[in-house]
């Protein structure tokens, strides 16, 4: 249920409408009609304040899931001093649970090619997309590279697929799997993860699994 129009600014209550259907009805089916008649506003209100579904459900993503680009952001201009197996570690757990909360509310999109194309049209006019996370995990790796963290001939971009795309896969897979629950937890998971990457990348002998941070 919507919060009363009195505590609750428009704009606020139009991304809680968003966030509800989203996750209760899909992408798919949201509409800005939805959207309106949900947060007790007119469509015309709805577009006072956002141009487009698609502006609205960035919005949830930023402000509503896990904060998986922020924290890709802030690595890349800060990695701080904790080394790069412990960023990796929280790079995973921030992207499983993004992906795990993000795939239910797309899913319904690739039913469906013609709103799917538009979707996406709409996403990358406000720069972002499901590539955002991809190239910003690479140019933090290859910052570390560069600083001689890595590997002189570790490949960033690979780097980045791979961790990711193993964190999507997690939640595509058990999501799939209706109910079959993953046969370790999130945190278990990432530290594996970031030090099976983490193999190929770091200069030197191999270091053992969740051995810590590193240089």
């Known amino acids: 249920m919507s919060a009363p129009k009195s505590t609750r600014p428009t704009r606020e209550r139009i991304v809680d409408a968003a966030e509800h259907l989203l996750r209760s009805v899909g992408l798919a089916r949201t509409t800005t009609k939805?959207?309106?008649?949900?947060?007790?506003?007119?469509?015309?209100?709805?577009?006072?304040?956002?141009?487009?579904?698609?502006?609205i459900y960035v919005r949830?993503?930023?402000?509503?899931?896990?904060?998986?680009?922020?924290?890709l952001e802030e690595l890349r201009r800060d990695p701080g001093d904790l080394g790069v197996e412990y960023?990796?570690?929280r790079v995973a757990e921030h992207a499983v649970r993004f992906y795990?909360?993000?795939?239910?509310?797309t899913a319904s999109l690739f039913a469906e090619p013609a709103l799917r194309k538009r979707h996406f049209e709409g996403v990358r006019e406000l720069g972002q997309g499901?590539?955002?996370?991809?190239?910003?995990?690479a140019g933090y790796l290859r910052a570390e590279r560069d600083r001689g963290a890595l590997r002189p001939d570790a490949d960033p971009d690979a780097a980045a697929a791979l961790l990711l795309g193993a964190c999507s896969q997690r939640a595509f897979v058990y999501d799939a799997a209706e109910g079959m629950p993953p046969?370790?937890?999130?945190?278990?998971?990432?530290?594996?993860?970031?030090?099976?990457?983490?193999?190929?990348?770091?200069?030197?002998?191999?270091?053992?699994p969740g051995a810590g941070p590193t240089a």
Do not use: M, W
């Open 34 to 55: 939805e959207i309106a008649r949900e947060a007790g506003c007119s469509e015309a209100a709805l577009y006072k304040h956002y141009r487009s579904k698609e502006e």
């Open 183 to 208: 046969p370790q937890p999130v945190e278990e998971f990432a530290v594996g993860l970031a030090g099976t990457l983490l193999r190929g990348l770091l200069p030197g002998p191999a270091p053992a």
């Open 60 to 71: 949830v993503l930023k402000d509503r899931l896990p904060r998986l680009n922020p924290l």
């Open 87 to 89: 960023n990796l570690i």
């Open 130 to 137: 499901p590539h955002v996370p991809l190239v910003a995990l």
């Open 100 to 105: 795990e909360q993000s795939l239910p509310i």
